[in-house]
C-alpha cells in the first residue's frame, strides 16, 4: 500500500488538541518466520499483554538494543497495543492517530478495526479514526510492523536464510544499522470537522510571497491570512486560502556563518459566517532565495560555500529514534563546529530537527531513504517517486532546507540508472522549482549516467581510505585531479559529500597509522590542501566530512562494533578531528 501522507506539522493551539501517546506500549513479537501469524489469528482483537511472552516497548525508541539479541536481529512481526480514555467532548470534531515514523511497514487498528496501513520510515503518516472511536470510552490502538527490507522497499535489502529455521538474517546494502519499530512521536490529534491539511509557502529574497492551504469541510465562510515578523509587526494580510503577495525589504533567513536566520510566521484561520474560529494554523517561514551557477550556490544571491557532515540520526540504546536531548546535543556541536550544514544521509530526519534548522540557521540537504540503489524496477521506481512526494511536501515550508538528494550512492553506472533517474528528477523538479536537485554519487565521471541529470553534483569518495590506504602522499592530488574532472565535464556546482577515514576512539600512533586518531586527522588535512585550492579557483561548492558521530551497523568484517569515521564518538565526544574541523570551519565568514 501508499504512504499515507501526514503533511501539517503537529500543532497544539486555541482550536487544536494533541494528545502524546509516547510512554510503554505492550509488545509482542512474532517468531521471525512466522510470516504473518498474528494477522491471521486477529491478535488485534485480543488483549495482547495476556500472552507469555507480552513485554512492554518505550516509544518512541527502536525496538533493537534494549537487551535481547533476538530482538536486535528480529526480522518479521511485531505488535504494539494501548488503550485510551478518549472523552465525549471530542466526539464534535475529527479524531487522527499520526505517527511521525514506523520503520518499515504498519498496519494500524483501532477497537479491531484496520484503518490504514503504511509503507516505509521516516516519514509522518496519519489516519482519520472518528468512525471508529466510541467516544466517551476506552479505545485500543494496535499497531502491527514489519521490518523486513526487500528489493521494492528503501533501502532495498534481503533476507538471509540461515539453514536453520528459527533463524532469518536481514542484510541491508546499506551501511547502517535497521532500526525498527516505533522510531518517533505517536500522537492523537483533535482537530475540528473542517480543517487545514496541507500547506505551501514559498518566500523569496525579493520579498514575494506564494501560498496554498488544502482544506477538507465546507463549513467556513471566510478565510483570514496574516505574515507577522519577528516582533509580531503585520506585515501581509490576505483573505484568500491560495494568495500571492510581496513583503517589502524582507528581512532575509540567511545559513549561521552569513547573517540571520530571521523568521516569519504566516497565520491562517478559517472563520463562519458569523466570524467565529473554525480552525487556526500559524507556520514559521523566511524570505530567501536558492540558485545555482556553473560553479557555485548562491543564498540570496551571495556565494554559500557549504562546510560540514554527513550524520545519522541515531544514538546508543536508542537506535534511530527521536530524542530532544540527543538532538539537541548534537545541533550544539554542529554549531561548536562552526559547520553551516549538513546532509540528512540517509533519510529524512525528525520533524522536530527540521525546525531547529530554521532555528539555528543551520543549512540542510534533506535526502529521501533511498540509500544503496542497487536493483532497478518499476516497482522500486513508483516507491522511489511516492517517498520523493511525501519528502517535499513534509519538507518545503523550511527556509534551511535548500536541497533535495533523491538518493545515496545507487549504482549508478549500470545504464538502467538513466531511465530510472529521468522521471524521478522530473518530478521532483515539478513538485518544487525554488531547489537545485542532487543524487550523491559513488560512481566516477567517466562511467557515471546520472550525473548530467542533476543541478549539482554531489560525490562521495575515499582516497587514503577505501582507495590507497595508508598513502597520504597521494591524496591531495587525486581528489583535486578528480574536482577538476567532474568539474570541467559537467559544469555545474561540485560538492564533495563524503570523505574521511575510519578512528577508533583513543587509538593513537605516531607515526600516524590506519584507524587511529592521527591518521584520521592527516586524511583530512591532505583534503583540506586540495578543497582550499579548488575553492579559490571558483571549483568547489562545499565540503562534507563522513561522518559527524560514529554509529551502529550490522556486524561485518569491516566494522569494529559500528562505522568509526566519526568526528564525534557515538557518545558525541570529540576526537582529534572534530577539533581539526572546529579550526577550520570557525573561520568560514562570508563577509556582507
Ligand atoms: C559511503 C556511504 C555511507 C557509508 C560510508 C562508509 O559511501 O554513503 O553510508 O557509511 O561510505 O563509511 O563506508
Known amino acids: 500500500s501508499p504512504l499515507s501522507l501526514a503533511i501539517l506539522p503537529v500543532q497544539e493551539n486555541e482550536i487544536r488538541e494533541v494528545r502524546q501517546l509516547n510512554d510503554l506500549w505492550t509488545f509482542v513479537r512474532e517468531p521471525s518466520n512466522s510470516i504473518g501469524y498474528g494477522l491471521k489469528h486477529e491478535w488485534f482483537r485480543q488483549d495482547i499483554s495476556t500472552f507469555h511472552n507480552a513485554t512492554v516497548m518505550p516509544v518512541p525508541s527502536a525496538f533493537n538494543d534494549l537487551q535481547d539479541s533476538s530482538l536486535r536481529d528480529h526480522v518479521g512481526w511485531v505488535w504494539y497495543q494501548r488503550s485510551e480514555f478518549i472523552p465525549s467532548r471530542m466526539s464534535k470534531g475529527r479524531t487522527y492517530i499520526r505517527f511521525d515514523s514506523a520503520n518499515y511497514y504498519a498496519k494500524v487498528f483501532i477497537n479491531t478495526i484496520e484503518t490504514g496501513a503504511n509503507t516505509g520510515g521516516h516519514l509522518p503518516f496519519e489516519f482519520d479514526i472518528t468512525q ?41 546494502f546499506m551501511d547502517f544499522f535497521p532500526y525498527s519499530g516505533l522510531l518517533r512521536s ?38 483570514e491570512v496574516i505574515v507577522t515578523d519577528a516582533d509580531g509587526e503585520i506585515e501581509y494580510t490576505s483573505s484568500a486560502l491560495n494568495g500571492t503577495g510581496k513583503v517589502a525589504k524582507p528581512e532575509l533567513w540567511w545559513p549561521r556563518n552569513m547573517g540571520k536566520p530571521y523568521l516569519y510566521t504566516i497565520t491562517v484561520r478559517l472563520l463562519s459566517d458569523s466570524g467565529s474560529l473554525i480552525d487556526v494554523i500559524r507556520t514559521k517561514f523566511g524570505f530567501r532565495s536558492i540558485t545555482w551557477t556553473k560553479s557555485e550556490i548562491l543564498w540570496n544571491g551571495r556565494p554559500f560555500y557549504c562546510q560540514g557532515f554527513g550524520m545519522h540520526e541515531e544514538y546508543d540504546v536508542r537506535g534511530r529514534s527521536f530524542d530532544s536531548v540527543m538532538m539537541t546535543r548534537d545541533l550544539n556541536l554542529v554549531e561548536w563546529t562552526g559547520a553551516n550544514c549538513y546532509r540528512t544521509s540517509h533519510y529524512p530526519y525528525s520533524e522536530e530537527r527540521m525546525e531547529e534548522n530554521d532555528r539555528r540557521g543551520i543549512a540542510v540537504i534533506v535526502e529521501t531513504a533511498a540509500v544503496a540503489i542497487r536493483h532497478y524496477s518499476d516497482s522500486i521506481q513508483n516507491h522511489h517517486m511516492d517517498f520523493i512526494r511525501a519528502t517535499i511536501d513534509r519538507d518545503r515550508n523550511h527556509p534551511s532546507a535548500f536541497m533535495w538528494s533523491l538518493a545515496n550512492e545507487p549504482s549508478s553506472s549500470l545504464h538502467e540508472a538513466k531511465p530510472y533517474f529521468v522521471p524521478l528528477v522530473k518530478l521532483a523538479k515539478s513538485l518544487d522549482t525554488t531547489r537545485p536537485i542532487t543524487v550523491v554519487l559513488a560512481s566516477g565521471p567517466a562511467t557515471d549516467v546520472v550525473a548530467d541529470l542533476l543541478d549539482v553534483i554531489c560525490f562521495n569518495r575515499y582516497y587514503g581510505w577505501y582507495s590507497n590506504i595508508g598513502m597520504l602522499f597521494k591524496i591531495e592530488a587525486d581528489i583535486y585531479n578528480e574536482i577538476s574532472i567532474w568539474n570541467k565535464k559537467f559544469a555545474r556546482p561540485i560538492l564533495i559529500s563524503e570523505y574521511g577515514a575510519e578512528a577508533i576512539p583513543g587509538m593513537h600512533r605516531d607515526p600516524p597509522f590506519a584507524f587511529t586518531e592521527e591518521y584520521q586527522v592527516e586524511v583530512l588535512k591532505e583534503h583540506h590542501k586540495a578543497f582550499d585550492r579548488l575553492r579559490n579557483e571558483k571549483r568547489l561548492a562545499g565540503e562534507m566530512v563522513w561522518v559527524f558521530a560514529d554509529f551502529m551497523t550490522l556486524q561485518d568484517t569491516t566494522r569494529v562494533v559500528g562505522n568509526h569515521k566519526g568526528l564525534f564518538t557515538r557518545q558525541r565526544e570529540p576526537k582529534m578531528s572534530a577539533h581539526l574541523i572546529r579550526q577550520r570551519y570557525s573561520t568560514n565568514k562570508t563577509r556582507h
Do not use: C, W
Not at 138 to 145: H, L, M, N, Q, R
Open 132 to 172: 471508529h472511536i466510541v467516544y466517551g470510552q476506552k479505545s485500543t490502538i494496535t499497531v502491527a510492523i514489519n521490518n523486513t527490507l526487500s528489493l521494492t522497499t528503501l533501502p532495498q535489502g534481503d533476507v538471509k536464510p540461515t539453514g536453520y529455521p528459527d533463524h532469518i538474517y536481514q542484510r541491508g
Open 186 to 223: 505517536v500522537r492523537l490529534l483533535f482537530l475540528p470537522k473542517t480543517h487545514i491539511t496541507g500547506q505551501s509557502i514559498i518566500a523569496d529574497a525579493e520579498g514575494s510571497l506564494s501560498f496554498t492551504n488544502d482544506v477538507i469541510g465546507t463549513g467556513f465562510s471566510k478565510v
